[in-house]
């Protein structure tokens, strides 16, 4: 584990259908992800059983469910979900940014 992230030692991992993220920084209770969304991008409605998450909209725009009710997100924005509550984003724009933070880390991202 690094204690300093730095963005061009660090590629981007295609996840296909426009989407690819990069791990910003983790601890054994805490992860940082950097999920960059092409425009019409989906990130579909899930939720996770064991990690709160925290989505800060770094750049462009996302319309957004969390639990049913939707709004549209632009830079500086952020949502949060807890365990077990659905979410999901669609990107309203090219090159569209979420920091996704999540406690625990995400084992199966490293």
């Known amino acids: 584990m690094n204690a300093f992230f730095l963005d061009s030692e660090h590629p981007w991992e295609d996840l296909g259908a426009g989407i690819k ?22 990130g579909a409605i899930h939720s996770h059983e064991e990690h709160d998450q925290v989505a800060f909209v770094v ?31 669609l990107s309203l724009e090219d090159g569209s940014v979420l920091l996704d933070v999540f406690s625990p880390q995400r084992r199966e991202f490293l």
């Open 21 to 42: 993220r990069k791990i910003v920084g983790y601890t054994d209770e805490l992860m940082a992800v950097h999920v960059c969304f092409a425009k019409g991008a989906v």
């Open 59 to 89: 750049a462009g725009s996302f319309e957004v469910n969390v639990d049913g009710e939707v709004r549209v997100l632009r830079a500086g924005d952020a949502y949060t979900a807890a365990r077990n509550l659905s979410h999901g984003a």
